[in-house]
């Protein structure tokens, strides 16, 4: 069981790991940790192209309880969860920072995030 487990959670890091839309939603939301936004307005600051892979994601990700949304007068809001440590390890890994080449430090956190409780996860490396 436990073996089934870790591959299905390896699988989905892996897929949020590759999908643009996907880290740069959390970015936004990593820049912004405690505003609500509807799907008009992060279209627009997000500058994705594509609306549909940008509601995936949306969909993909308040799934996985990295955002949280709730109907506002009809239009969804979303914002970034306040679970922690989810909520501390996005704002910490994601937010704006000078990153080396070859930086995997948002696949290691998002491995983190999502086997937390996993003997076999791995801890984020410290900041210099």
Same mark, same amino acid.
């Given at each position: 069981? $436990? +073996?089934?487990?870790?591959? +299905?959670?390896?699988? $989905?890091?892996?897929?949020?790991? @590759? ?7 959390? =970015? ?7 505003? =609500?936004?509807? *799907?008009?307005?992060? $279209?627009?600051?997000?500058?994705? !192209?594509? %609306?549909? @892979?940008?509601?995936?994601? #949306?969909?993909?990700? !308040?799934?996985?309880? $990295?955002?949280? %949304? =709730?109907?506002? =007068? ?5 914002? #970034? %969860? @306040? ?7 996005? *704002? !910490? ?33 410290? !900041? *210099?």
């Amino acid at each position: 069981m $436990l +073996e089934v487990e870790f591959k +299905e959670n390896k699988q $989905l890091v892996e897929e949020l790991c @590759r999908n643009q839309y996907h880290r740069e939603i959390l =970015r936004f939301f990593a820049r912004h940790p405690y505003a =609500r936004f509807d *799907k008009q307005v992060l $279209l627009g600051g997000l500058g994705l !192209s594509d %609306t549909h @892979r940008v509601e995936m994601s #949306l969909e993909a990700l !308040s799934g996985q309880k $990295l955002l949280e %949304t =709730r109907g506002g =007068r009809g239009t969804p809001l979303y914002w #970034l %969860t @306040r679970r922690e440590p989810v909520h501390g390890a996005i *704002k !910490s890994v994601l937010t704006p920072e000078v990153h080396q080449p070859g930086d995997n430090r948002d696949r290691m956190a998002m491995m983190q995030l999502i086997m937390p409780l996993s003997p076999c996860s791995v801890m984020v490396p410290a !900041s *210099k």
